[in-house]
Nanobody, 126 residues
Framework: QVQLVESGGGLVQPGGSLRLSCAAS????????IAWFRQVPGKEREGVSC???????YYADSVKGRFTISRDNAKNTVYLQMNSLKPDDTAVYYC????????????????????WGQGTQVTVSS
């Protein structure tokens, strides 16, 4: 059974940092792309960052230069280091696993991911 569990969210002041973790189980972790999405009530889920099975990384323009995604295949975990946080980063953050294995590109479209975590709230406010 595929399971993804996010952690690390919380309340942080503008300019601060948080590191989110996504712990995976129930599948061969190395084979799949893992992405982070975020969602604000009333808005569509937005792709934030993705890391492919070969370690290539992709970022939304809104977070480039501030967020860093990484994966530790030995721990079956993906991380999202978020620096210089802004109030606009406030959202529920979800990690997701690609539907198919061995996909070389990470296209951050939610329809390409079929397993999702429960989400972790990130609030950036003074």
């Amino acid at each position: 059974q595929v399971q993804l569990v996010e952690s690390g969210g919380g309340l942080v002041q503008p300019g601060g940092s948080l590191r989110l973790s996504c712990a995976a189980s129930g599948f061969t972790f190395d084979y799949y792309n893992i992405a982070w999405f975020r969602q604000v009530p009333g808005k569509e889920r937005e792709g934030v960052s993705c890391i492919s099975s070969d370690g290539s990384t992709y970022y939304a323009d809104s977070v480039k230069g501030r967020f860093t995604i990484s994966r530790d295949n030995a721990k079956n975990t993906v991380y999202l280091q978020m620096n210089s946080l802004k109030p606009d980063d406030t959202a529920v953050y979800y990690c997701a696993r690609s539907t198919y294995a061995f996909i070389t590109m990470c296209l951050m479209e939610s329809t390409r991911f079929n397993s999702w975590g429960q989400g972790t709230q990130v609030t950036v406010s003074s």
